[in-house]
């Protein structure tokens, strides 16, 4: 459901005449230019009796003061236990293990792990250049650090990346993703990546000499498709006679009503569903049409 725009780009770097690509991949979850990063930290760092003032206060927010996605995974994340896995997984999960369970038709036999990460052992690791694993216990930003690279990354971006780029048969390097490279900034002091409280001031002082002031002191941006509009509008009907096909739903589908559900709750209130949700469900179900998966 992802890396739509990077196909795009990748497009337009091709017709530009370009056949090898750099990218900046592997910068925000090595130097620590995600939100979930400082998140983390606040979260590490705030005392006990605070930690358990903010739980009370998640009960009443998450019952009174709801409504947008960020808002839910304020209140998530001040229910949690306050580790770094805890923090990235609210932060990088689509949906709640609830709502997961509400959204299988047939639930499995076992409850419980749905989306939850316990602990770093069920990652893999990053090793060094010996082979030997950098442990990042005990340092919650390079342990975020461990969590992105792992998972988000490698799961998502760089499948994403190469999948898209060669598309259009461009090849993309990551430079920053390169093993000595990673052995080196995870062996560093998490809070110098987070220093003066500027976006990846490590790095962004590294290459100070090398970058022109109007890059290096730009605001972080994002790159995101009006996604929102579209499912809005060229594409509402396109979705809608997927995610809300009536046909009985076989062992391992999707419960339709559930998932009917998030798609007229983002209709009626984008902000509070987001975009991406409903999205990833059509494409699952389309995924599944396609390959004969479940109808």
Not at 42 to 66: D, I
Not at 80 to 91: E, P
Not at 212 to 236: C, D, I, N
Request: include cysteine; charge should be positive.
């Amino acid at each position: 459901m992802d890396a739509v725009n990077t196909f795009i780009v990748s497009k337009a770097v091709k017709e530009a005449g370009v056949t090898v690509a750099l990218s900046g991949l592997g910068g925000d979850e090595l130097f620590a230019g995600y939100p979930s990063f400082r998140r983390a930290q606040r979260l590490h760092n705030m005392p006990g009796l605070a930690r358990s003032v903010l739980r009370s206060a998640a009960v009443v927010g998450k019952a009174t003061l709801s409504g947008t996605v960020q808002r839910n995974k304020l209140w998530e994340l001040a229910q949690g236990d306050g580790s770094a896995t805890d923090v990235y997984r609210v932060t990088r999960q689509l949906f709640s293990a609830n709502q997961i369970s509400a959204l299988l038709a047939h639930p499995p036999a076992t409850a419980g792990g749905t989306d939850n990460i316990t602990s770093l052992d069920a990652l893999p690791s990053t090793p060094d250049g010996a082979g030997n694993v950098v442990s990042s216990t005990g340092d919650v930003i390079n342990t975020v650090s461990q969590l992105e690279l792992t998972g988000y990354m490698a799961n998502t971006l760089l499948r994403d990346t190469d999948a898209m780029s060669m598309a259009h048969s461009l090849e993309v390097r990551v430079p920053f993703v390169d093993v000595e490279v990673a052995r080196l900034v995870l062996s560093l002091p998490g809070h110098w990546k987070l220093n003066g409280g500027r976006t990846k001031p490590l790095l962004a002082d590294a290459l100070a000499d090398v970058l022109p002031a109007e890059v290096l002191h730009r605001s972080k941006m994002g790159f995101t498709l009006p996604f929102e509009k579209w499912m809005q509008s060229r594409l509402r009907d396109e979705i809608s006679s997927v995610v809300q096909n009536d046909a009985p739903a076989k062992p391992g589908a999707l419960n339709r009503g559930a998932v009917s559900e998030i798609w007229n709750g983002f209709l009626r209130s984008p902000r509070s569903v987001g975009w991406s949700r409903p999205w990833a469900l059509y494409v699952l179900n389309r995924w599944c049409e396609i390959n004969g998966v479940v109808n």
